[in-house]
């Protein structure tokens, strides 16, 4: 766990801690929601809407001491059936309209998303 003296934002009430954690500079932010409750995650993902994280971001305020853990995660999702679902469908299939971009048919046989985040504060 690493320790540091430094101000970030931060907010708690009784069903949550917020954390602010900037990236290169003070202008964006990475916030980290942490449930109180010890198997409140599910509870807190379920409610939390982008309304209810701006309420606590804007609650926020600075606090000196902070121990955030050193960690580095990522992530990867296929977005075929979600950008299905959304109805984009022509797109994956021979019919799709690509006639800006080639001459040639073309179509989309997959879409992949990958998210890294690293913490080394």
Known sequence: MMQMMTYFPYYKDS???VLGMP?????VHMYIVLPRKQFGLVEIEQKLTGKQLLAYIEKCS???EIQVPKFK????ADLVASLKKLGM???????ANFNGISDEALK???VIHKAFIEVLI
Do not use: L, P
């Not at 469908?89 to 019919?95: G, L, R």
């Open 62 to 64: 600075d606090r000196e």
């Open 108 to 110: 989309i046989s997959g």
């Open 15 to 17: 069903e949550v801690q």
């Open 73 to 76: 995660t990522e992530k990867g």
């Open 23 to 27: 990236y290169a500079d003070d202008e």
């Open 89 to 95: 469908t022509d797109a994956f299939t021979d019919n």
